[in-house]
């Protein structure tokens, strides 16, 4: 038993590495092709469709953690991936107003040369057992710069947002109602613009701690 559910878990990691892998090298090449021929204003209507269906698939990375497939702390992946959905769905796509705008395309290039990256480097460690040491140093390097250029588009993007939100009952419910409960989605967002403060160095350090323990047993090796 213990053989088949290593089987499976090999089987199940190899096969989502690889195609989260050929999904973001997708999203990478329609964003340069859309930047290249028609400007920022033109990524996000190139990459839409192919960003909801990848980025919502890296829920799975959650539920990956919480079960222990992966080593990953919940506590790193949660946030990240969190966020990641709150932007694709809860900002692009429902406030078609910040679909245009410059920071759309600072942040597709960034989550999208990281995710490449980072599932090229899983799907071979996974797949085949290897690590290529240059790889290794890219993977753990990148972060340097695409970290803070993502988060800021993050956290630009729905600072963007706000005045659309302000103005509408998107995703609120008001009160009075027969559940005696409000919610209201520009509070809500506010809040998250607020988490990215703490959240934004948690993660950046983080990363730091996960490349010196790459880099170190790379050189053990």
């Known amino acids: 038993m213990a ?3 290593s089987t499976l878990r ?20 329609l964003a340069i092709n859309a930047l290249s021929s028609g400007g920022t204003k033109s990524v996000y209507a190139a990459i839409e469709k192919p960003l909801q269906i990848w980025q919502t698939a890296a829920l799975f990375e959650i539920f990956n953690s919480i079960v222990g497939i992966v080593r990953s702390p919940v506590m790193a992946t949660l946030p990240q991936i969190s966020s990641r959905i709150y932007v ?14 410059w920071l759309v395309t600072s942040l597709i290039l960034s989550w999208a040369v990281t995710e490449v990256i980072r599932y090229f480097f899983f799907a071979l460690k996974e ?7 240059l790889l290794t140093l890219i993977r753990y390097s ?3 710069v695409l970290y803070p250029t993502g988060i800021f588009s993050e956290a630009g993007l ?4 706000l005045p659309f939100m302000k103005g509408s009952d998107l995703y609120s419910l008001r009160m009075p109602n027969k559940i005696n409960f409000g919610f209201d989605f520009y509070y ?21 701690s996960q490349r ?7 050189k053990q090796q």
């Open 3 to 5: 053989g088949a559910g």
């Open 10 to 29: 090999w089987l199940y990691l190899s096969v989502y590495n690889v195609v989260l892998f050929f999904g973001w090298s997708q999203i990478l090449y």
């Open 88 to 101: 694709t769905w809860g900002i692009l796509y429902s406030f078609p107003e910040t679909q245009e705008h």
């Open 127 to 133: 797949t085949f057992g290897v690590t290529p040491p």
């Open 142 to 144: 990148t972060f340097f």
């Open 158 to 161: 729905v600072y963007v947002a």
């Open 188 to 208: 809500m967002s506010l809040l998250a613009l607020g988490l990215y403060i703490p959240g934004g160095p948690y993660m950046y350090t983080h990363m730091i």
């Open 212 to 218: 010196k323990k790459a880099l170190s047993k790379q």
